[in-house]
């Protein structure tokens, strides 16, 4: 006989809805809202910009004040200067240099303002050679008459230079043919008094120094009016410069 087969009815469990309210009257805590990532680029962002550009200007500032502490702008020459050659910017170029000290910052020409004009040199100057001060002479501010010598070197101080200021005179030639006087033999006479030596170059040769030097002094009007005669007795005798240090 076959056994009897009985159904069991199972009671299905309830499932809590989220929106009911919990057991004891306590509201559900609400979703949280799904997050979303921000679509805005950084590079957009005002701030960082403006911080970028603050570091990009500082380092910059910091690289020229780097590259230029203490420099000071000096003029060198360009090519090989003789002495008695006039000077000007073509001459020359600018060279930055730090020096040890303002004083010997000041022994050479500023590179902020360009030499005056009619600037002449009063000893050569080597290519690349800094220009100092003490090399170069001022242009005379009066009116002159530039006027040649060709004068024995002998007969030229060492201490001329551009720039000095020297007594031109003609003394009787050495030949014997000298005037002579009743008092002797002729003396030596005064052409030009006080005059400006314009230019002094050094007539050096491949054989050794020239025994000529040529001498151009620059005569001031008061002394203009003596010019034709001063010119004639160039040629009577020997000329000599006299020059008061």
Sequence with gaps: MMPRMTSVLRTPRAVADPAS??????????????????????????????????????????????GHDGAVGVWSARVSLPAGQRVDAGDLVRREVVFGSQADADRYLSADTAPRPGTVLTRDVGAGELLPRAAVADAPRQSLTEVPLSVPADQVPATVSPGAVVDVWVTPARDGAARTTQTGTEAARLLFDD????????????????????????????????????LAALGTGTVLLTHRG
């Design 21 to 66: 309210p919990a057991p004891g009257g306590t509201p559900p805590r609400p979703a949280s809202p799904a997050a979303t990532r921000s679509t805005r680029s950084r590079w957009r962002d005002p701030r960082l910009v403006v911080g970028v550009a603050l570091v990009a200007l500082a380092v910059l500032l910091g690289a020229r004040l780097l």
């Design 195 to 230: 005059v400006v030596v314009v230019a002094a170059p050094h007539a050096d040769t491949a054989l050794g120094p020239a025994t000529t030097r040529q001498v151009i002094v620059g005569v001031p009007v008061d002394q203009q009016a003596s010019l034709p005669g001063a």
